[in-house]
């Protein structure tokens, strides 16, 4: 049993498009093996956090792709991990993820069914019985055209029953653009994706592609992955994010992670090491100024992109 240590400010709870309840900030396990996933999550538990990410194309090895070869994903190690915390159930918040049709061990010919494997293999590494959202992690390889979107609109069908079967309470999807969306709406009957998780952090401007808008107006949570960009110090050391960290005795990256929040997004960080996780959860008992936020609106560095899958 872990002693969950004070926190600054609770983390806010975001209501998704179906009456969820998420919280507004996660950890995250990319490229983490099983082993250092189940001792990162047993920290992140330990100062606060109840809100996990992770998917099926997060191998063992710490490798990302098919991990059919590598004793399967890192879930099994952050099963194990929230099984020792001995936290309930209903006060965690487990997100997950399926490849999309063509990647990572899911077939174009055959992607509903292989999906629907993925899902439940998913459950079996957990050790649960449900997750809170399942994602679908990417669109098909040529991104969400006429030649795709049947396919994709058959994977969100398959996907859609595992919420009626309660094996998941909430179903979004991630590096999905605009297109995507258009694609999935040309099918009356299907569910609005509750979360769209993306790319996101200072230099990509406030509303990038203007998925910020778009997501909001459809009612679809907006959620950042890489929050410090990629390859870079520049939002933990760089003299923007720690100037104006210097105004609130705060350090770079919390600035670089608040100014996701407060621009409406939701926060996926990662670390293992205690001292980070508690910053990175110390986002929600101060703010940044007007024009601390609009400097910070207007850097352009570092780039990135929302999706690599698509752009439009």
Not at 129 to 154: K, Q, T
Not at 187 to 202: E, T
Not at 254 to 283: C, F, M, P
């Amino acid at each position: 049993m872990f002693t969950t240590l004070a926190v600054v400010a609770a983390v806010p709870i975001l209501k998704l498009n179906n009456g969820v309840e998420m919280p507004a900030v996660a950890v995250g396990t990319w490229q983490y093996d099983d082993k250092y996933a189940q001792q990162s999550i047993a920290t992140a538990l330990s100062v606060g956090f109840t809100h996990i990410d992770t998917a099926h194309d997060y191998c063992a090895d710490g490798s990302t792709g098919d991990c059919s070869g590598t004793g399967g994903s890192n879930q099994r190690g952050i099963g194990k991990a929230i099984a020792a915390a001995a936290i309930p159930r209903t006060q965690l918040f487990l997100t997950t993820k399926v490849p999309g049709c063509g990647l990572q061990g899911i077939s174009r010919s055959a992607c509903a069914a292989d999906s629907l494997a993925a899902a439940a293999a998913n459950l079996d590494e957990l050790g649960v019985d449900f997750v809170d959202l399942l994602l679908v992690h990417f669109p098909p390889p040529g991104g969400c055209g006429a030649a795709n979107c049947p396919m994709i609109r058959r994977q969100w069908a398959a996907l859609s029953s595992l919420l009626v079967q309660n094996k998941t309470r909430a179903l979004g999807v991630s590096n999905w653009c605009v297109s995507c969306f258009a694609c999935l709406a040309e099918d009356a009957r299907a569910i609005v994706p509750a979360v769209n998780q993306v790319q996101y952090h200072i230099g990509m401007g406030r509303d990038p592609e203007g998925l910020v808008s778009y997501t909001a107006a459809k009612g679809i949570v907006l959620q950042a992955y890489s929050p410090l960009g990629d390859h870079t110090e520049e939002l933990i050391s760089g003299d923007l994010v720690t100037s104006i960290g210097a105004a609130h005795n705060k350090s770079g990256v919390q600035v670089a992670l608040r100014w996701i929040y407060q621009n409406g997004v939701a926060v996926t960080t990662k670390s293992g090491n205690l001292k980070h996780l508690q910053e990175d959860i110390d986002l929600f008992g101060w703010k940044m100024t007007s024009e601390e936020m609009a400097r910070a609106d207007a850097a352009v560095k570092p780039p990135g992109s929302p999706s690599f899958m698509c752009s439009s």
